[in-house]
């Protein structure tokens, strides 16, 4: 089984054109979390009743894709190029391979259980 898992973790805004992305290229199951983190955006500073505080913590979204390595290349361009703003906190895309996949409901395994 020649798959892999994408973890793509991007501002929760860009979710709809991440999802018409994935649809586009057949891919019809996904696993989103709503997460929190920082990196190099390191968090921002809000005023709230002339009160400045940092806020180090950004709202993102995790969206979990297994797609065929073929698949990996375009899909990855596509999201690069669309869901890009060039502004710092756009996200990251993660790429790891998966040995094996199993569909609880029926045993299959490998592919098909895709």
Do not use: C, W
């Amino acid at each position: 089984m020649q798959v892999k898992k994408l973890e793509i973790i991007i501002r929760p805004e860009k979710f709809e054109t991440l999802k018409e992305i994935l649809t586009d290229n057949q891919i019809s199951g996904m696993m989103i979390t709503n997460i929190m983190g920082f990196g190099n955006q390191m968090g921002h500073t809000q005023q709230y009743r002339s009160v400045k505080y940092s806020v180090n913590l950004v709202m993102k979204l995790r969206v979990e894709v297994v797609v065929r390595d073929e698949m990996v290349a375009g899909i990855v361009s596509a999201i690069t190029t669309k869901l890009s703003t060039g502004r710092v906190g756009d996200g990251k895309i993660f790429i790891n391979p998966v040995e094996n996949a199993v569909r609880i409901r029926t045993g299959e395994s490998g592919e098909q259980a895709l």
